[in-house]
């Protein structure tokens, strides 16, 4: 299947342009079509708004900043081009009867200051592709959230409402009631699996290697698949084509450097990070009651981009990263390992001005380790990913009103898995097999293939439909489904637009994770030992633009969950995926305020998710309907940000969230092996997640002084992590290790402020 795709692309690339355009009506309608870059940098620009002016025609540019108008009368017309962050533009251009003109526009960058920034809304711009749930946070935004003096990219998402995490040292994200597997996360069009680092206020992405976040809550089309609940797809930076410039970074609790230039007939990219948060800890007075967790981590981001003609574009991009976490506190200790390392090949093709095409290579390994014990529990987990996959997708502008995508992406999977509950970490088994002693240990391959089609048509002015289906095929099981979606746009007044979405969702890969430290992830696939796991997705939205520059949505949204998984935390043996998950039903539902300023002096949101999430498993809690770890009723999010002028920028941030659900204890017990004299005290769990720890809440400021340094633009940033100190809870456990059992509370980071200095050269 991939080589009979392959073969119809390269049949297509011997084509005459001609070949693809379609006819237009009338006959003499001409067209344009080309890229917007940054004036400065000829860095592709995601999300720009180009319009005809006076009229309804109008596009975004995509993740490659290709854009295309069709359907536009011969003569002079005026395109304005605008976006988050840059001046508005008005260009002038003439086009003759049936041409298909092929454009290169540069954006300048605006001053914030003023009201060249705005973005002029067009509701008709939304055509190509009905947006919902769907939120794009701009750069300017985003390197203004700090913890420790680095601005990061899940940190930001997650003082969005319905995106939450089991606390601030944790990897995963809940979004709307779903758990962090359930996340596709994509950066530059390759799946990452540990998209995070340890200490969960830094992410495993650099800030400065990212140009572009865009988060689907819920919702989303046919071209994405294998997951239930949302899609992170984060776009890295091409380099500056113009000239060679570079940044570094210099705080308390990590340093960061880039560097980018042309190259060739394009630009590069390179970028890396790395955390000593362990040595500056390890210089701290420590509370032997209350320790700190001790970790570090490293990141490496890299892309070449090259121009291979004015049709065709090629992309090579990496990431590799790194962490390591380690806690010793009475009665636990564990140690924590993690790695990703991913590469990628992309070719960007356009066929005359209304057919875009890309072809994506990539390769990702993902390795993990996990040893420790938790009251006299001793345990072990080593997990691995290997894939490689191939995605080939098409966009058709096949008129003004109708677009259509389709595309295939197929994978090969390597799984290894190994897990040992007894404390004797050096049992060993071979692949597919289990060893005495209560070792699980096996390693799978596998393939899976899916088919996306999807179309957009505008009715009218008011109304558009989105519509599309995909088909998933998984080898190792056996099994096909499909996954039907649709969604409604209607603009009720000019500033109100009412959406509405309905979809089916499978998935593939399963997380498996210890419930007291969310943070490791070990993934396994569906094999036929249980079925697929499927959610529906029910959206319903209000959009509004209340003041001039101000967007506010209303979302409420419901997820009927089946096949799901919840850990067999006591199993000790296992050769296939049933024996280490149980499966069962669930459901979430909610609703979600956004309030959000973009532009001005000024910017930031105000967001509050109320969200409840319910889970049933015949072999947990007897078959009772239980919260899993991730309800968490109310969730309130404000972000500020205010440039006071060029030399001064101040930004806060606070949240606030319902305690997460956790499973407590009923009583203890004693075990003694044949020959020991040494009881080893073991506890009586209660109900899973029967209770709930106490509300968490956050307030964080930070302050950015910009200057120069040998005559190199330079900025101070003053951050202030936690600033009244609240030091919520990250787990509690029952140390049986004394003749009473004490219930521990093991506490997260109390005020951390940092300094850090960047300087551009």
Known sequence: MIRTFLAILYILSTFPSSAFAIEPEPADMASISGYVVDAESKEPLIRVMVTVKDTKNGAYTNKQGFFTLRSIKPGTITLKISGIGYAKMLQEYTLSEGEQKKVNIRLK?????????????????EKREISISRVNIPMEQLNQLRIGGEADVFRALQFLPGVLTSSQISSGLYVRGGSPDQNLVLLDGSTVYNPSHLFGFISAFNPDAIKDVELIKG????????????????????????????????????????????????????????????????????????????????????????????????????FNSADKL????????????????????????????????????????????????????????????????????????????????????????????????????????????????????????????????????????????????RFNYWDSSDVLTVDPRF??????????????????????????????????????????????????????????????????????????????????????????????????????????????????????????????????????????????????????????????????????????????????????????????TIDSPQIVPGDRYGLRLPNTHQLNFNINYNTTIWGLPARLMIDIFNVYSRRDIWFRFYDTSKDVTEVTDVRLLPILPTVALEVKF
């Open 109 to 125: 960058k605006g001053d914030v200051l003023t009201d060249q920034v705005k973005v002029e809304a067009d509701r008709e711009v």
């Open 219 to 318: 919702g989303y089309p046919a071209e994405y698949g294998s997951r239930l609940s949302a899609v992170l797809n984060l776009t890295q930076k091409d380099g500056n084509r113009n000239e060679y410039e570079g940044v570094a970074s210099l705080g308390l609790i990590s340093s960061r450097g880039s560097f980018q230039g042309p190259i060739g007939n394009g630009a590069f990219f390179l970028g890396g990070r790395r955390t000593y948060l362990d040595l500056l800890l390890g210089a701290l007075p420590e509370d032997p009651n209350e320790p700190l967790p001790n970790f570090n981590f490293y990141d490496l981001n890299a892309k070449i981009t090259q121009d291979l003609g004015e049709n065709d574009k090629i992309f090579l991009s990496g």
């Open 326 to 469: 380690i806690l010793d506190a009475p009665g636990i200790d564990f140690e924590v390992g993690i790695g990703n390392l991913n590469g990628a090949f992309r070719w960007t093709h356009i066929f005359g001005d209304n057919l875009f095409t890309s072809v994506n290579l990539s390769g990702s390994r993902y390795v993990n380790g996990f040893t420790g014990n938790n009251g006299g529990f001793s345990f072990k987990i080593e997990n691995s990913i290997l894939d490689y996959s191939l995605r080939a997708d098409l966009e058709w502008f096949a008129s003004d009103d109708l677009t259509i995508k389709t595309g295939y992406e197929g994978t090969s999977y390597t799984f290894g898995y190994m897990q040992n509950f007894t404390g004797n970490a050096d049992t060993t088994a071979q692949s597919g097999t289990v060893s005495e002693g209560g070792l699980t240990n096996f390693t799978i391959d596998d393939y899976t293939h899916a088919y996306y089609v999807q179309g957009n048509y505008q009715f009218s002015d008011l109304l558009s439909l989105q519509t599309g289906f």
């Open 487 to 676: 969604a409604l746009r209607y603009q009720l007044f000019e500033d109100v637009v009412l959406k509405a979405s309905w979809g089916i969702f499978h998935q593939y890969l399963r997380l498996a994770t210890q419930p007291d430290f969310t943070f490791f992830d070990t993934w396994l696939p569906t094999d036929n030992t249980v079925p697929a796991s499927k959610a529906t997705h029910y959206i319903f939205s209000i959009e509004t633009k209340p003041f001039d520059g101000y967007d506010m949505s209303f979302d409420f949204y419901y997820k009927d969950l089946r096949n799901i998984s919840e850990l067999r935390v006591n199993n000790t043996q296992g050769r296939t995926v049933n024996d280490v998950f149980f499966t069962g039903d669930g459901e979430a539902y909610g609703a979600e305020f956004f309030l959000q300023k973009k532009m001005g002096a000024f910017t930031g949101w105000i967001g509050y998710g109320l969200g409840y999430v319910f889970g049933q498993f015949d072999s947990v809690n007897q078959g009772r309907e239980f919260r899993p770890k991730y309800d968490r009723r109310h969730d309130i999010k404000l972000v500020g940000m205010y440039k006071l002028n060029q030399d001064w920028e101040f930004g806060a941030t606070f949240t606030f969230q319902s305690g997460q659900s956790y499973t407590g204890a009923t009583s203890r017990f004693a075990t003694r092996k044949p020959g020991e």
